[in-house]
C-alpha cells in the first residue's frame, strides 16, 4: 500500500468504513492497520495520542474480521477506529486526567460511551491527550508534550479535548470521543476545523466520571459536563450518536432520546435544507471582545443561512456576562477537599493556574450569586430562544493562538482575562442547551475559525438539521493539513488553504 492509499483509508468518514465493512468492501484490519502507521508517523508532531494501544487496537480488529469471516453481522459501528480523551474511563487502559496525581491509573470499567461504542464494533486506538483535568481550553498539561494544531504545529488545536480534536483533524480515524464542561468540544472543534457537537444535558449518559466520588478532580463538573464526539462530518456526528444517546440508570442525569432520530436529521438537512428556520446571529452577546478577522469569517458564514431561505436577525440577546458564574459554579461542584489533598501531594507538578483556581477561597455568597446568575441565564434564554429556533455566535473570539499559554492577553485592543477568548460557550453549557461548532472559513493568514450553532430546550435534531444544510453548501471534510517536518504545509489543492 503506498502512503496516499494509506492515508485514503484514514482520512475516511465512519459512515464510508462502515458501508464499506458491512459489504465486505473495507476490512477492519486494513482501516486499522493503515491509521496505526500513519500514527506512527504523525503523532510524535501533534501529541494527540498520549497513551497508544496499537497492540490492543490490532487484536480487537483481528476480532472483528474473524466475527465478520465467519458470517457474523456488523454493528453500527464495526472497523471504525476510535481515539478516547484521557478524562474518560477505559478498563484496562491508563486513564491520568492529564495530572501527575493519576500518572498510573488504570481504570477497572469502561466509560458508558466506551462500552457502547466498543459494543457497536468500534476499535479503541488508545487515549487522547487533554488539559488536567480539563480545566483549561489549550492542549497542555504537566504529564505529556502538548498537543499540537495539525494545521500548524506551532499553534495549540484548543481544549480540553485537544488530542481528540488533532487526532481527528490529522487523519487518525474519523471520530474521538471527548468532553465539553464549558467549551471543550467546541473550541477544539473552531480550531481545527472539525465539527464538535455538545448535546443537550442528559442525552448521553456519563459513568463513571465525574459522576465517580472517588476520584478527586475527575469528580467534578456534576451538572455541567457533557459528552460527545469530535468528527470531520456532520454525518459522522449523528452516526455516533446515534450509539451513545440514550438513558442509563448509573447516569441520574441522563434523558430519553425517543423525540430525535440522530441520522434523519441529517438527511433531512442534507436534501430538505433548512428554510424557514428562524435564526438569531449576536457576533460578541453584546459583551465579549471579538477578533475583527473572526468576525468578518463568521459574517460570511452567517450569509449562507440566508441563501438556504432562513430568517436571519442580527440581534443583541441583552444577557450578562456569566462567565464569573461559570467559575464559582466548577469550584462549588468540585471535591475541594480531595483537590487540595492532591495539591498537597503533587502541587510542585500541578498546572499552576489548577493550584492557583482550587486554592482560592469562595465565599458562600459568592457561590449563591453564581447560582442565581444560572437560573436568570436560563430563563432569559429560554424566552429568547421562543422566538428563534437556532442562535449563531462565533465559536472563539480569536483564531488558534500559540502552544504554551492559556489565552491572548488582549481582543480587538481591549486587554482581557486569559479565558474572556471562550465566552461565547459559556450559555450553552451553564443551560444544558445544544449546541455545535462547525468549520465557518479562515483568516486571511490560513486559520481555522468556529461557527457556534446553538439551540433550544432539547432541540438536538434541529441544530444537526442545520448544520447538515450548512455543511452541504460549505464542505471542508475534503481539506486535509500536509504534514512535513513538524509544521502543516498547504495542500497542493487549489480549494486548500492550510497556512
Request: glycine share 10%.
Amino acid at each position: 500500500m503506498t502512503p496516499e492509499e494509506r492515508d485514503e483509508l484514514c482520512f475516511l468518514p465512519a459512515t464510508d468504513i462502515v458501508t464499506g465493512v458491512a459489504d465486505r468492501r473495507l476490512s477492519p484490519v486494513e482501516i486499522v492497520d493503515a491509521v496505526l502507521d500513519r500514527m506512527d508517523e504523525v503523532n510524535p508532531l501533534i501529541g494527540a495520542f498520549c497513551t497508544p494501544a496499537p497492540e490492543q487496537a490490532r487484536a480487537r480488529a483481528a476480532a472483528l474480521a474473524d466475527h465478520l469471516a465467519r458470517g457474523g453481522t456488523p454493528g453500527p459501528l464495526t472497523g471504525v477506529p476510535l481515539g478516547v480523551k484521557d478524562l474518560i474511563a477505559t478498563a484496562g487502559l491508563r486513564t491520568t486526567s492529564g495530572s501527575p496525581a493519576y500518572r498510573d491509573h488504570v481504570p477497572d470499567e469502561d466509560d458508558i460511551v466506551v462500552e457502547r461504542s466498543v459494543e457497536a464494533g468500534a476499535v479503541v486506538l488508545g487515549k487522547t491527550n487533554t488539559t488536567e483535568f480539563g480545566y483549561s481550553a489549550v492542549g497542555h498539561n504537566p504529564l505529556f508534550p502538548p498537543s499540537r494544531n495539525p494545521w500548524s504545529t506551532g499553534l495549540t488545536p484548543g481544549g480540553s479535548s485537544a488530542g481528540s480534536a488533532a487526532a481527528v483533524a490529522a487523519g487518525l480515524g474519523p471520530v474521538a470521543l471527548g468532553s465539553d464542561g464549558g467549551c471543550s468540544l467546541r473550541v477544539p472543534a473552531a480550531f481545527c476545523e472539525l465539527v464538535g457537537f455538545k448535546p443537550s444535558m442528559g442525552r448521553v449518559p456519563v459513568w463513571p466520571g465525574c459522576r465517580d466520588e472517588r476520584f478527586p478532580g475527575v469528580s467534578g463538573w456534576e451538572s455541567l459536563e457533557h459528552l460527545g464526539v469530535l468528527t470531520r462530518t456532520v454525518a459522522d456526528t449523528a452516526l455516533m450518536l446515534s450509539v451513545l444517546a440514550g438513558p442509563d440508570p448509573r447516569d441520574r442525569h441522563s434523558i430519553p432520546c425517543h423525540d430525535v432520530d440522530w441520522n434523519t436529521a441529517v438527511r433531512r438537512g442534507t436534501v430538505e435544507g433548512c428554510g424557514g428556520l428562524r435564526i438569531a446571529y449576536s457576533p460578541d452577546l453584546g459583551y465579549l471582545p471579538v477578533d475583527p478577522e473572526v468576525r468578518a469569517v463568521v459574517d460570511d458564514a452567517v450569509s449562507v443561512f440566508r441563501d438556504l431561505g432562513c430568517t436571519v436577525e442580527e440581534t443583541d440577546p441583552g444577557w450578562s456576562d456569566p462567565a464569573e458564574a461559570f467559575q464559582a459554579l466548577i469550584t462549588a461542584e468540585t471535591d475541594l477537599t480531595g483537590m487540595r489533598r492532591l495539591i498537597d501531594a503533587h502541587g510542585p507538578s500541578m498546572s499552576p493556574h489548577l493550584v492557583s483556581w482550587m486554592t482560592r477561597e469562595w465565599t458562600a455568597q459568592e457561590l449563591t450569586d453564581a447560582n442565581i446568575a444560572r437560573k436568570a441565564l436560563t430563563n432569559r434564554m429560554a424566552a429568547f430562544m421562543s422566538r428563534y429556533d437556532i442562535l449563531i455566535t462565533p465559536t472563539s473570539a480569536v483564531p488558534p493562538f500559540p502552544v504554551g499559554i492559556q489565552g491572548p492577553g488582549r481582543i480587538d485592543g481591549q486587554r482581557v482575562t486569559d479565558t474572556a477568548w471562550i465566552g461565547f460557550n459559556y450559555p450553552a453549557s451553564l443551560t444544558g442547551a445544544p449546541a455545535v461548532s462547525l468549520p465557518a472559513g479562515r483568516t486571511p493568514d490560513g486559520l481555522p475559525v468556529g461557527l457556534q450553532l446553538i439551540g433550544g430546550h432539547l432541540a438536538d435534531g434541529t441544530v444537526l438539521r442545520t448544520a447538515a444544510a450548512y455543511e452541504a453548501i460549505r464542505p471542508w471534510a475534503h481539506r486535509r493539513p500536509s504534514l512535513t517536518g513538524g509544521r502543516a504545509v498547504r495542500e497542493r489543492t487549489a480549494d486548500t488553504v492550510a497556512p
